[in-house]
Each structure stands twice: as C-alpha cells, then as structure tokens.
C-alpha cells in the first residue's frame, strides 16, 4: 500500500536554528532518506521551497482566483514529503515517527488512492 507521509513544521523553528543544527538536520534527513531508499520502500519524496513562493488557487462560480501563500491560516506548513510503499498502516507510521521533523513538528500519513487507468 502507497502511503504519503506529510511533513509539518514551524518555518519559524528553521530560520532560528544555528548553522550547525540546521546542518545536522539535513544530515538526519539524508540519513532517513538513504535508509528507505535502501529498504526499498521510498517511491518519491522532496523538500518544498518556502512557504513564501506558495500560491493557492480557487474556483469560485466557475472563476480562478490566486492568493499568495498556503491555502490555510496555521503556524505550522507542508515542508516535504515522501511516499512509500509499505506493508501496512503501521508500517507507515513507525517510519513517520523516524522522520527527524517529527519531534518538533507533526507528520501527517494518508493512504493514496488507487484510481483504475490512471
């Protein structure tokens, strides 16, 4: 079963890290990264720029408008994501807990959909 694992952080809490914590980080990332990698079960996963380069699209009465920044009012914003190919549930949820944001933001886990023909 395909899982996407949602990574929730303060971008606050990153630009307050120190050069040294924010490289140690993105070392238990590439860490994390190698070892689903190598398990077999990462599909695809990256890092998002900025919460400042988001733009949000509506359609209201047939008509798209744009807003700059994320659809939702929240401290914490989508950062990444992966999506593996686990076992189970369960499975998903052991390599979130593993996620190096997950102890001071929160990942999300959601099945994927499996759409016949697409």
Request: net charge negative; aromatic share 10%; charged share 25%.
């Amino acid at each position: 079963m395909r899982y996407m694992l949602l990574i929730y952080t303060d971008a606050e809490a990153w630009a307050k890290m120190s050069p040294e914590e924010n490289q140690k980080a993105f070392t238990e990332y590439g860490t994390f990264t190698q070892r689903i990698v190598d398990s077999g079960e990462f599909l695809a996963g990256d890092a998002l720029q900025s919460v400042d380069t988001a733009t949000t699209v509506r359609v209201r009465s047939g008509k798209a408008a744009t807003t700059d920044g994320p659809f939702a009012e929240t401290k914490e914003v989508l950062g990444g994501y992966y999506i593996l190919d686990c076992e189970n549930l369960d499975q998903a949820l052991e390599y979130a807990a593993k996620i190096p944001s997950a102890e001071f933001g929160s990942i999300e886990v959601r099945p994927l959909m499996s759409i016949p023909g697409m």
